[in-house]
């Protein structure tokens, strides 16, 4: 079930309603009803990703449609990391993978490039995928019209292209809240969206243990993680976590639309 189904369905339900208080089969109240039923759906729909209810998002490593360079009889996963760039941590982030010969994907905000345009570049050349994750990743940012959405988008993609030169193909929702202005918005840009299967709540973590048993246990084949290289304790954890994937037979890979490649 999706946003386009769904709103079918509650129009035709509507249309039918108006026809059975027409001939008196129904009252007012009854109207009331495909609302309530409407709005659990509009509001999970929002806040799980997962459920591609208004964007189809890439949430796993088998639903990347472009499968060049992907192992598919492998333990696959992906490594991702949102909100930056940070000054220190970006960096600490990018020694690790390099010494591990691990490529990951940064979704980029745009405002954090001004004055770290060496590690965005760095970020590229070093072989990792740049995302992009919005301008701002303001609170309001799901509250915006589809043209602002878009504009902080094609903001963000111009700047990007103009330090790399490449512009980014996916797109994370900020919060991974989605909704139909941002549904629009992606479509307008041609970006493919990326959600995620493993969230660690690094942002939350009260302690490295805490953080790493989280990705621990609920890392699978397929995985996509969502990090924040931003937060101290996820750069802390990152080799450890590297070190058990790798022990459990896992292949590390990033998920590169043709234009990228």
């Known amino acids: 079930m999706n946003y386009r189904i769904l709103r079918i369905i509650f129009i035709v339900t509507m249309v039918v309603l108006i026809w ?39 949430n796993t490593v ?65 072989g990792h995928s740049i995302g992009n994750h919005s301008f701002n990743h303001g609170w309001n940012f799901d509250l915006q019209s589809t043209t602002a959405m878009q504009q902080e988008i094609e903001n963000t993609n111009k700047l990007i292209e103009a330090n790399i030169g490449v512009k980014p193909t996916i797109f994370r929702p900020p919060y991974g809240v989605t909704n139909p202005n941002l549904a629009r918005a992606i479509q307008n840009t041609q970006m493919l969206s990326m959600g995620w299967n493993l969230r660690s709540l690094d942002t939350v973590a009260k302690s490295r243990e805490e953080l790493l048993h989280k990705l621990k246990s609920n890392t699978k084949p397929n995985s996509v993680v969502l990090l924040h290289e931003r937060c101290d304790i996820t750069v802390d954890v990152l080799t450890e976590y590297i070190d058990y994937c790798l022990l459990e037979g896992y292949t590390f890979v990033t998920l590169k639309t043709p234009d990228e490649v």
């Open 20 to 58: 059975a208080k027409y001939e008196n089969y129904v009252s007012f109240w009854h109207f009331l009803i495909p609302v309530l039923v409407l709005m659990p759906f509009l509001v999970l729909g929002a806040i799980f990703i997962q459920l591609n209810f208004y964007v189809k998002s890439v």
């Open 62 to 126: 088998a639903m990347f449609p472009y499968k060049t360079g992907i192992d598919e009889s492998k333990k696959n996963i992906c490594l991702t990391f949102d909100d930056g760039i940070h000054s220190i941590n970006s960096p600490r982030a990018l020694n690790i993978l390099k010494q591990k010969n691990i490529k990951a994907h940064f979704f980029i905000i745009g405002k954090n490039i001004a004055g770290h345009e060496d590690i965005l570049r760095r970020m590229h050349d070093e």
